[in-house]
């Protein structure tokens, strides 16, 4: 007996061709004498042995063995329309897309989902996601499997996941060495008021924030600000959120200190030392500086007023081998720049080579257990490691399908060809959707886009690079829900008993976002036009 469980049809139209994907279930031992009709198609589908061979014309793609029966994938095309994957590759994205701002807190199954659906679609229809490399047969075991090693192979960047993973175990020991609390004691000690020390903690959290996880920087300085804040008895609010938004602000500045920045410098060749000066001009991080001090500027006009200065207690420092780990990161990234090679894992092996030697020094020189040691390793941000891959294999697909080019020539005639209303528009839009959407597939997304719409107006291509990675990062100010570190600061406020709604983080955050943006931009504009 012939069972029919369940068919598919993949019906996006374009101008060219439509394809249909049904699939069939033969029970064991059944037998079949007779096609199956399926309501609008021209003619009926029949098995490759049977008495119904007058039937016209079909395609039989593949056939599979499963559960002691066999399962048949059946491929018709009809001759009156054709149909583009890519199409099909859209819509799955912008789904994955809409899920991921719906459930945030399932965007790692949400991605990867997404992913294996890209993945096994490019398997059963080669070629059709992903050009096949030349000499590479279609209908051959090579072709199916070819979107599965390309996937994992060229569209998942490891070397920024190396990086990412390296550094957050070398940031993750720094916080355990107590260094950085103890360096705001001291900042506390030398500053000649309360409101100028206050301003200074928030710079020192924008510095360790350039090569520190923000939610890490948030939590480790978070305990200083509520000390202090309770000395004086002044509601820790401001403090807090002004804690998020400088680590937010200068985690953009330098290659290592958030995922965007790294993913940005993998897709324009960039490395470590170029976020500092590229071809002679200044680059990220000195675009970044003029943001921290209008932040800076804009906080201490709130903390003026506190003249007094409180007697705070010195935090004792565990050990000092973290701090010199994440010196010999900041310096030995710089090295490699200047040093050639075809090995394109070069700094990620690095920086993992640091992390592990970091490991080892705390499981057996500070004599932790092995079950304390796996807790460090498991509390690392393994969930973004995850959300990454999913990430970088479905915008990988979106990009090789030539939906982003087409995006960025539809870019180029809603700007008119002008190049300041393409400033503005890459902008302002990277802003507003940062602060509602995490950062990362969005920048992933629209660096293609903006390269794509600086070649079509002839310009150099980091005045659009540039605007879109400060527009996507500083814009993840504006809203309580833009950046893991602001949730992080309304969590911590609300323990407190000073729990900050939506619109009270917007009466900080967006003026702080605009301002800080604008002056960014400002230089920017002036140095890469």
């Given at each position: 007996?012939?069972?029919f469980?369940s ?11 439509i ?8 029970e ?28 016209r ?28 994957m ?5 819509a ?12 945030q807190?399932?965007?790692v ?18 070629g059709s996601?992903f050009p ?9 075991a ?16 490891w ?12 940031a ?16 506390i ?22 090569f ?25 609010t401001?403090?807090?959120v ?21 993913i ?7 490395t ?10 200044i680059?990220?991080f ?5 943001g ?6 804009y ?23 973290p ?24 700094s ?47 915008v ?11 995006f ?16 503005i ?20 997304v ?19 690079l540039?605007a879109l ?5 500083l ?15 309304m ?17 900080i ?10 002056a ?10």
């Open positions: 007996m012939l069972s469980l068919y598919s049809v993949f019906c996006i139209l374009t101008q060219q061709k394809p249909f994907i049904v699939f069939i279930t033969v064991k031992g059944s037998s079949y004498s007779r096609g199956i009709n399926i309501p609008g198609w021209k003619s009926n589908l029949v098995p490759p042995s049977g008495s119904c061979r007058k039937t014309p079909f395609i039989w793609n593949r056939i599979l063995t499963v559960s002691g029966g066999r399962f048949f994938l059946v491929v018709k095309e009809c001759q009156e329309s054709f149909m583009e890519k199409w099909f590759v859209l799955l994205a912008a789904v994955m897309y809409l899920l991921v701002i719906c459930f807190e399932k965007k199954w949400i991605t990867m989902f997404a992913a294996i659906m890209v993945v096994a679609a490019g398997m059963i229809l080669p996601i096949l490399a030349d000499g590479v047969a279609a209908d051959s090579q072709g199916h499997l070819y979107a599965l090693f390309h996937s994992f192979g060229i569209l998942i960047n070397n920024v996941l190396m990086i990412y993973v390296g550094s957050m175990t070398v993750a020991l720094f916080i355990y060495s107590r260094v950085p609390a103890h360096i705001a004691d001291l900042v000690d030398a500053a000649p008021s309360t409101g100028i020390a206050i301003v200074l903690i928030l710079a020192m959290t924008g510095f360790i924030s350039i520190v996880e923000n939610v890490a920087t948030v939590l480790v300085m978070a305990p200083v600000a509520l000390a202090l804040c309770r000395k004086l008895k002044i509601n820790p401001y403090f807090m002004g804690l998020a938004v400088m680590s937010n602000l200068e985690g953009t500045a330098t290659l290592v200190g958030d995922p965007p920045s790294m940005f410098a993998s897709y324009a060749g960039y470590f030392n170029d976020f500092f000066f590229h071809n002679g001009t680059s990220v000195f675009i970044i500086q003029a921290l001090i209008v932040g800076c500027t906080f201490y006009f709130y903390f003026s007023d506190q003249k007094e200065k409180p007697e705070v207690g010195h935090e004792s420092v565990v050990s000092y081998f701090g010199v780990l994440l010196l010999v990161m900041i310096f030995g990234l710089a090295a490699i720049s200047f040093i050639p090679t075809d090995f394109k894992y070069f990620g092996s690095f920086v993992v080579t640091l992390g592990i030697i970091g490991i080892l020094w705390y499981r057996f020189f500070q004599n932790k257990t092995g079950c304390e040691t796996k807790t460090l390793i498991k509390e690392l941000d393994w969930e973004t490691i995850g959300f990454l891959i999913g990430v970088f294999i479905v990988g697909a979106v990009s090789e399908t030539g939906l982003l080019s087409d960025a020539s539809f870019l180029t005639c809603i700007t008119g060809g002008s190049v300041f209303a393409g400033f528009l890459i902008l302002v839009v990277s802003i507003i959707i940062s602060g509602f959407v995490d950062n990362v597939p969005y920048i992933i629209m660096l293609p886009v903006a390269g794509g719409l600086a070649h079509n107006l002839n310009i150099r291509p980091e005045l659009y540039f990675l400060v527009g996507s990062c814009g993840g100010n504006l809203t309580p829900f833009g950046a893991s570190a602001n949730i992080v600061a969590g911590i406020l609300k323990k407190e008993n000073h729990p900050l709604s939506f619109g009270g983080w917007l009466r955050g967006a003026p702080f976002t605009l301002l800080t943006t604008a960014a931009a400002i230089i920017l504009w002036l140095v890469w036009k």
